[in-house]
């Protein structure tokens, strides 16, 4: 999508910051490698937890900013003291950021898409725990889209306890202001069209000879009139059911008359021929 084309390039663009972070990802590796080299028997966690102190938690809280700041460029801003008053944010001591998501990034003058502002801070433990997470509406988004939003959001939050989310719950944002504007439609070409109609057509079809029309007294009498009206119109003549009509006797009676003479006329030919 051209969302993520887009934070490609970005991420493209910041290579030293890139080179940092896989550093000290590596320096992370090797110095857990030696920890279990040391303890081979490490004690058993439970499910859903991490064995991380507070340097871990913090280091990969910096490496998530970073990677962000990369991707993102001008559309993560760190909030400052006086924004955050005016928030009225909860816990001044977190320091938090504005992520702007904007659903058509190349949206023609004149128009409105709706812009969010996902505005998110690390917490102690994240992220073996929820970030804290607060939404606004930037442009076209009423009351009622941010709280659905939110609800989508903490949902897609317990889905990535334990791993960096914030990539994620933007994208997840995106998508939904995209879908509300109807930009994720699917697009068919013009053979598609073409084949879905015609498979239409043909399903009305089959439902209509399925259904089919009822053979009554009246429905033959009224096709009957309609069928001489035409025979007429084409032969110029009335038609008289009398004069037309042939019952069943009168089949089977002419049809072995007609035998009988064919049958006749081979035998006298038969007999002229012998010698």
Not at 77 to 86: I, R
Not at 93 to 115: I, M, T
Not at 177 to 195: H, R, S, W
Not at 235 to 240: A, C, E, I, L, P
Request: glycine residues 4%; proline residues 4%; contains cysteine.
């Amino acid at each position: 999508t051209l969302w993520n084309k887009r934070w490609e390039k970005r991420r493209a663009l910041s290579t030293t910051k890139g080179v940092k972070a896989r550093r000290r990802a590596l320096r992370e590796r090797e110095r857990v490698a030696l920890l279990r080299k040391r303890n081979p028997f490490p004690p058993i966690k439970v499910a859903g937890t991490m064995d991380r102190d507070a340097e871990d938690y913090a280091m990969e809280q910096e490496m998530e900013i970073e990677a962000l700041e990369a991707i993102l460029m001008e559309d993560i801003t760190k909030l400052t003291d006086s924004e955050k008053e005016d928030l009225r944010l909860d816990n001044d001591a977190l320091q938090c950021y504005r992520v702007k998501v904007e659903a058509d990034e190349n949206a023609e003058a004149g128009s409105f898409p709706p812009v969010l502002g996902l505005i998110f801070a690390h917490t102690e433990k994240y992220p073996d725990e929820l970030p804290f997470l607060r939404l606004e509406s930037l442009a076209s988004l009423t009351v009622s889209d941010v709280d659905r939003l939110t609800e989508i959001l903490n949902a897609k939050m317990e889905e990535c306890l334990g791993m960096s989310m914030i990539y994620e719950l933007c994208t997840e944002a995106k998508d939904w202001m995209q879908n509300k504007m109807g930009m994720n439609e699917v697009i068919e070409d013009e053979a598609e069209t073409k084949l879905r109609l015609a498979l239409e057509e043909e399903e009305r079809r089959a439902r209509e000879r399925a259904a089919g029309t009822p053979c009554t007294p009246e429905s033959f009498a009224e096709w009957k009139a309609a069928f001489d009206k035409e025979m007429e119109a084409l032969t110029g003549k009335k038609v008289n059911d009398d004069e037309t009509k042939l019952t069943g006797r009168k089949f089977f009676e002419t049809r072995d008359v007609v035998e009988v003479e064919e049958s006749s006329d081979e035998d006298d030919e038969a007999l002229d021929s012998f010698p």
